[in-house]
């Protein structure tokens, strides 16, 4: 078993910063990749960022220049520096991540999620 749990978030004013982590915890043999997805009420849940066990980053083309994701290999921790925080931001921000559990088996999985609003 697999648990994903995120610390951080919360509110913010404009133009203000956050920074969230996940960390992931029990059978883990090898982590492929961790990132960070959002879903605002009534919107389908979105990337924000993703990073690989090779360092290999991928950000939305909405967070670019803003937002930085980083990872403790490890500590089998995932990071997120938010900077500039818009209220288009706010959202419900899960972390994901795929693990082998195995050497032959691995899955998705999710955290609970963490609330970031942007307001003033």
């Known amino acids: 078993q697999v648990q994903l749990v995120e610390s951080g978030g919360g509110l913010v004013q404009p133009g203000g910063s956050l920074a969230l982590s996940c960390a992931a915890s029990?059978?883990?043999?090898?982590?492929?990749?961790m990132g960070w997805y959002r879903q605002a009420p009534e919107n389908e849940r979105e990337l924000v960022a993703t990073?690989?066990?090779?360092?290999?980053?991928n950000y939305a083309d909405s967070v670019k220049g803003r937002f930085t994701i980083s990872r403790d290999n490890p500590a089998n921790t995932v990071y997120l520096q938010m900077n500039n925080l818009k209220p288009e931001d706010t959202a419900v921000y899960y972390c994901?991540?795929?693990?082998?559990?195995?050497?032959?088996?691995?899955?998705?999985?999710w955290g609970r999620g963490t609330q970031v609003t942007v307001s003033s």
């Open positions: 990073i690989n066990s090779g360092g290999g980053i």
């Open positions: 029990g059978t883990i043999f090898r982590i492929i990749s």
């Open positions: 994901n991540a795929y693990i082998y559990t195995h050497s032959d088996q691995w899955n998705s999985y």
